[in-house]
């Protein structure tokens, strides 16, 4: 397990190597550990009272992310996500996603994920200068901070969906095949599962604005509120893009069915014109001849070049007035 611990005083960001170093201090604790299980895991357990449930939470993949209170600390679970490339398909994304966990003591703050997520970089240099604003406004505002910069990733992703939209538009009226469907899919498909972040998200961080928990002062209810309100455009713009995937989904359709109209109106021309052809051709294929009731036609030295010459009319005839239909 890798164990950052950090102490925000008004001189600036410390770093311990020894987590009771770090607790020890006047200022406000932040400890970061990414890993399951391990014992300096435990031991971190043991010295804040985290609950063992809120630790589960976080290792679980599949939970949505959420807050619950405990007797020592407020439990936030947060998600980061990612639009990353897979290696089997040239053009399939998927979103990934990994789980932030956030306990909020009264003067200490432990974040907790199970792989190397990008929350230490945030809470440290990025906000440096932030030093003395922490160390007066609690980890919460820490939490915040980390909690924002979360957030703020979301609408990078979103630029990076709304992107693969504007290719797929781009093609689905020049050249509509289906791999151009697939894209599409996969692009609703992680829309769909972007979308179940991003609202649990956002009821997280409405009851954090609440007023409801005692480890968020009520300075800092604003911060959250502000966080909550990018939650809002986040899933607004998940929608959005839904619509608009949908409706490139709807061009496409309605493209394939017009060309497959095409090439049916243009099959139903040509067998229409074969109609008479192959009455004139069954009919005279018979060779009833030399009867008192037979074709007299049949020894005429013309009767071959007069049946192709009417054949020829009578397509000719079809032709023009399927063009004057406008049917080709």
Do not use: C
């Not at 950052?4 to 020890?24: C, N, Q």
């Not at 956002?202 to 309100?229: H, M, Q, W």
């Not at 713009?237 to 359709?253: A, N, P, V």
Request: charge should be negative.
């Amino acid at each position: 397990m890798t164990l950052h611990a950090m102490a925000y005083t008004a001189d600036g960001v410390e770093r311990f190597d020894d987590l009771g170093d770090a607790v020890a201090t006047d200022g406000e604790t932040w400890v970061h550990a990414d890993a399951a299980e391990s014992a300096d895991l435990r031991r971190l357990r043991r010295r804040f009272d985290i609950h063992q449930l809120a630790v589960e939470d976080v290792v679980r993949e599949e939970t949505r992310p959420k807050v619950e209170e405990y007797d020592a600390h407020t439990f936030v679970l947060m998600k980061t996500a990612t639009l990353s490339q897979r290696a089997d398909v040239e053009f399939d994304k998927e979103i990934r996603t990994n789980p932030v966990g956030f306990f909020i003591g009264e003067d200490w703050l432990v974040t907790l994920s199970t792989t190397d997520v990008d929350v230490v970089e945030p809470g440290t240099s990025r906000w440096a200068s932030h030093s003395e604003r922490v160390a007066n406004r609690g980890t919460d505002f820490l939490a915040y901070r980390i909690m924002d910069a979360i957030v703020d990733d979301y609408f990078h992703l979103l630029d990076e969906i709304e992107d693969d939209i504007e290719s797929v538009e781009e093609r689905v009226l020049d050249n509509p095949n289906p791999d151009i469907l697939e894209e599409l899919n996969d692009v609703r498909r992680d829309l769909l599962a972007f979308r179940k972040i991003a609202w649990p998200a956002r009821e997280t961080l409405s009851y954090l604005s609440r007023g409801d928990i005692p480890e968020v002062a009520d300075e800092n209810e604003k911060y959250f509120r502000d966080v909550y309100d990018h939650l809002v455009q986040v899933v607004d713009l998940i929608e959005t893009y839904r619509d608009l995937s949908s409706g490139s989904r709807d061009i496409y359709l309605n493209s394939v069915s017009q060309s497959t109209n095409e090439v049916m109106k243009t099959l139903t021309v040509v067998a229409t014109i074969f109609i008479p052809l192959t009455f004139v051709v069954g009919v005279y294929g018979m060779n009833f001849g030399g009867g008192a009731v037979a074709m007299p036609e049949l020894g005429w030295d013309y009767a071959y070049p007069a049946t192709m010459l009417g054949m020829v009319l009578v397509t000719g005839l079809m032709l023009a007035h399927f063009r004057r239909q406008d049917w080709i």
